[in-house]
């Protein structure tokens, strides 16, 4: 007999049976590794999604979204021309917008807060002093807040 070296070869057909499960073990161990990730990247993905179709309502409260909400349209009819009262914290006379400590703003349906109101003549930035204590009735013109009929309060 002649001593003939042993081939080897990676070819699959070539392969002994311990091999060839060996192979069939970690192939099924990476088919579910990457049912793992697969799982993992749609959960995220779905995640992400949810996100995304969130944003835009979360954008269009912007300023609103602490507001209350389901107000009776009876009540809001009623309280719409209701006077607020706050304190004068800022002037703009330039941008006619006067910066008011208000208490609830019932009219709104917003809480008490700090926030700056655009008013229709220039005369009554010119007439307030800061610290006045003042009435007015708060109003929404889009996205901008006014005050009118402003009233100091004695």
């Given at each position: 007999?002649?001593?003939?070296?042993?081939?080897?070869?990676?070819?699959?057909?070539?392969?002994?049976?311990?091999?060839?499960s060996a192979l069939t073990?970690?192939?099924?161990?990476?088919?579910?590794?990457?049912?793992?990730?697969?799982?993992?990247?749609?959960?995220?993905?779905?995640?992400?999604?949810?996100?995304?179709?969130?944003?835009?309502?979360?954008?269009?409260?912007?300023?609103?979204?602490?507001?209350?909400?389901?107000?009776?349209?009876?009540?809001?009819?009623?309280?719409?021309?209701?006077?607020?009262?706050?304190?004068?914290?800022?002037?703009?006379?330039?941008?006619?917008?006067?910066?008011?400590?208000?208490?609830?703003?019932?009219?709104?349906?917003?809480?008490?807060?700090?926030?700056?109101?655009?008013?229709?003549?220039?005369?009554?930035?010119?007439?307030?002093?800061?610290?006045?204590?003042?009435?007015?009735?708060?109003?929404?013109?889009?996205?901008?807040?006014?005050?009118?009929?402003?009233?100091?309060?004695?």
């Amino acid at each position: 007999m002649q001593n003939t070296p042993r081939i080897t070869t990676t070819h699959p057909a070539h392969r002994d049976r311990n091999t060839a499960s060996a192979l069939t073990a970690g192939a099924a161990a990476n088919a579910a590794g990457r049912l793992r990730v697969g799982a993992l990247t749609l959960a995220c993905a779905g995640a992400l999604a949810l996100w995304i179709a969130a944003a835009p309502v979360q954008a269009q409260q912007g300023h609103d979204g602490h507001h209350a909400q389901g107000a009776p349209a009876a009540a809001a009819g009623a309280a719409q021309f209701a006077p607020s009262e706050g304190e004068v914290k800022r002037l703009d006379k330039a941008g006619k917008r006067v910066t008011i400590a208000h208490g609830p703003l019932e009219n709104l349906g917003m809480p008490p807060m700090t926030m700056a109101f655009e008013v229709e003549d220039a005369a009554v930035v010119e007439a307030l002093k800061v610290g006045d204590r003042i009435r007015f009735i708060a109003g929404k013109d889009g996205r901008r807040y006014t005050a009118r009929d402003v009233e100091v309060m004695q």
